[in-house]
């Protein structure tokens, strides 16, 4: 039975992407599996998945973090606000509306706490929920500037997926023909308790599975890894820690196999769901699985050819401290903000990526810059004053 085969039978209440139904499937049988593990010299790795649900309100997000919750052995749930007991023994932490009380301080710091304590824990996962930014998602902003969650929850997250209730007719009408249909046939509630009860029993033997990297496997994840961090994609902050991302979710695929060894499928499978995910966080338009293969890098004019970057941070760093700075200096250098260099030369000036992101999508907002073509900016008139 494959990931998303077992995904759809787990969660057959949750209409959303299957994607996101694969996630979780592939994240319960990395928190039942009980076994911790460390690197050669000993330091535990965190063999959990933290998955992140950002959706508009009424798109399944209670639903699948409460099927998630009676599904798995020693799982919490809790709905805004945060558990006080010691994480010892527990497997899956169900965080819902998580953004609700993101303005008081005391819970910002008991949620990174939390997060903290998850970590030190290396088979605890979490599964959380939040709202957009601004309640709803707004079409006319991207879609990572409309997460209003705190950079460090965001650092510690593995997988970020973006739930939408568009206003389609064609969609509306599957989803009222789905559900109605599902309320008059009698027969339907014995059938998909036996298919979850099948899945669930899948994931138990495939948490009992410690799969080994096999040589094809460990290859095209170390060729994929050195790409995207060579290439930047887009400006996406690739470090170690996605590798390991990468790492766990190949031995997810390979446990849904039930095989001992992390092959090439596996491999692939994990970036793909890895690359689905960071496409969907960049672009800010929903994602297809025909489209994961070809991500487009947007490309820099002319003039950026040959740029030295970093005599040019250097330069910058030691005279600017915040990104109106940088841009200022941008903009009288070129005529315009490459977003891409800003975001490189705040990132060494020691700024956060998230709060670089939101910085510059609330100066747009302002009116402080404004949008000529994808991936620049110019700073306004009255703003260069």
């Keep these: 039975m494959s990931a998303s085969e077992v995904g759809e039978k787990l969660f057959p209440d949750a209409i959303c992407e299957p994607r996101v139904k694969e996630a979780i499937a592939l994240q319960m049988a990395s928190a039942q599996s009980a076994k911790a593990q460390k690197m050669a010299g000993g330091t ?4 959990g998945l933290n998955i992140l649900l950002v959706g508009d309100p009424c798109t399944g997000k ?3 973090l409460r099927s998630a919750t009676n599904l798995v052995e020693r799982a919490i749930y809790v709905n805004r606000q945060l558990p006080s007991t010691i994480l010892e023994g527990v497997r899956l932490l169900c965080l819902d509306n998580v953004d609700r009380s993101i ?5 910002v710091q008991n949620l ?4 903290e304590e998850a970590s030190n824990h290396e088979s605890v996962s979490i599964l959380a929920s939040a709202l957009p930014r601004f309640g709803r998602f707004d079409s006319g902003r991207e879609r990572f500037l409309q997460i209003g969650i705190p950079p460090y929850i965001l650092s510690k997250t593995d997988l970020v997926f973006f739930l939408y209730d568009p206003q389609d007719p064609e969609k509306d009408r599957d989803y009222a023909t789905w559900l109605l249909g599902k309320r008059t046939v009698e027969s339907e509630p014995g059938s998909i308790a036996i298919a979850q009860a099948d899945a669930f029993a899948h994931v138990m033997k495939a948490a009992r599975i410690s799969p080994l990297m096999s040589n094809e496997g460990a290859t095209l994840l170390r060729d994929h890894y050195i790409e995207i961090r060579k290439s930047g994609r887009n400006g996406f902050p690739a470090s170690q820690v996605t590798l390991f991302i990468l790492k766990k979710l190949s031995e997810a695929y390979a446990r849904m196999r039930l095989s001992d060894f992390i092959e090439r499928e596996d491999a692939e499978a994990a970036i793909s769901l890895f690359e689905y995910c960071k496409k969907e966080f960049l672009s800010g338009q929903q994602a297809s699985d025909d489209t994961i293969e070809e991500i487009e890098i947007k490309k820099e004019p002319d003039y950026l050819e040959g740029f030295d970057y970093r005599e040019f941070k250097a330069d910058l760093l030691a005279e600017q401290e915040s990104v109106k700075g940088i841009a200022k200096a941008l903009q009288k250098q070129h005529g315009e903000v490459c977003l891409r260099i800003l975001r490189e030369i705040a990132t060494a000036g020691g700024m956060e990526y998230p709060e670089i992101l939101l910085a ?3 100066l747009v907002q302002a ?6 073509r994808p991936g620049f900016l110019a700073v306004s008139e009255e703003a260069e004053k």
């Design 62 to 64: 209670t639903t699948l």
């Design 367 to 372: 009116g402080w810059f404004k949008r000529i």
């Design 360 to 362: 510059v999508d609330d």
């Design 103 to 107: 303005g008081s301080e005391k819970y």
């Design 112 to 115: 990174r706490l939390l997060y």
């Design 44 to 47: 535990p790795i965190r063999s």
